[in-house]
């Protein structure tokens, strides 16, 4: 090893200055001759694999050396989302997402003449009842008419929110499905 060398080529150095202790060796550690960009690992990850339409999602993606050391920061690492509709970004890695589907976040880094790419996706299902739209299929009925309704209930974000809808008539009356 080249480290344990060097020490050895300083102890008779050290020795004939007239020095009685040995010095500390010195322990380097060197990169492998032969680096590559399979050599280092991109990672992403997002702060849920679910969330509410319009609740924010925090990516974050790390780039480890060979050594597992962190150098994201000296590379330049794009990201993207995808698909593109209903998408905010908040800034920082934290988006919220209005259309319920299932988003990927992409990062990529060129290392070493290589591309690496990772990514982390997140389902979005619809949020809590915002509004309801209600049906009749007559404007008008009489006593004993029998008129078809139905409702559709969807978030802030227009996203129908399933469930069961109840109605209540009032007057009472019969009431069916």
Same mark, same amino acid.
């Given at each position: 090893?080249? =480290?344990?060398?060097?020490?050895? #080529?300083?102890?008779?150095?050290?020795?004939?200055?007239? #020095?009685?202790?040995?010095?500390?060796?010195?322990?380097?550690?060197?990169?492998?001759?032969?680096?590559?960009?399979?050599?280092?690992?991109?990672?992403?990850?997002?702060?849920?694999?679910?969330?509410?339409?319009?609740?924010?999602?925090?990516?974050?993606? =790390?780039?480890?050396?060979?050594?597992?050391?962190?150098?994201?920061?000296?590379?330049?690492?794009?990201?993207?989302?995808?698909?593109?509709?209903?998408?905010?970004?908040?800034?920082?890695?934290?988006?919220?997402? =209005?259309?319920?589907?299932?988003?990927?976040?992409?990062?990529?880094?060129?290392?070493?003449?290589?591309?690496?790419?990772?990514?982390?996706?997140?389902?979005?299902?619809?949020?809590?009842?915002?509004?309801?739209?209600?049906?009749?299929?007559?404007?008008?009925?009489?006593?004993?008419?029998?008129?078809?309704?139905?409702?559709?209930?969807?978030?802030?974000?227009?996203?129908?929110?399933?469930?069961?809808?109840?109605?209540?008539?009032?007057?009472?009356?019969?009431?069916?499905?």
């Amino acid at each position: 090893m080249r =480290t344990a060398r060097f020490a050895l #080529c300083l102890l008779p150095l050290v020795l004939a200055l007239g #020095c009685t202790e040995a010095p500390e060796p010195i322990v380097v550690e060197l990169q492998p001759d032969a680096l590559s960009a399979a050599d280092f690992t991109l990672t992403v990850s997002a702060s849920a694999d679910t969330a509410e339409a319009g609740s924010p999602v925090t990516f974050t993606y =790390t780039l480890l050396d060979w050594a597992g050391e962190d150098v994201t920061a000296s590379y330049d690492v794009r990201t993207d989302v995808s698909p593109a509709v209903g998408v905010v970004a908040d800034g920082g890695g934290t988006y919220r997402f =209005t259309r319920v589907d299932t988003y990927s976040y992409f990062a990529s880094v060129e290392v070493l003449g290589s591309t690496l790419v990772d990514v982390a996706r997140v389902g979005i299902t619809p949020g809590p009842a915002a509004s309801i739209d209600i049906d009749a299929d007559r404007p008008l009925a009489q006593a004993g008419d029998v008129v078809t309704m139905s409702a559709v209930v969807e978030d802030a974000f227009g996203n129908e929110v399933p469930g069961d809808v109840s109605y209540n008539v009032s007057p009472s009356a019969a009431v069916a499905g």
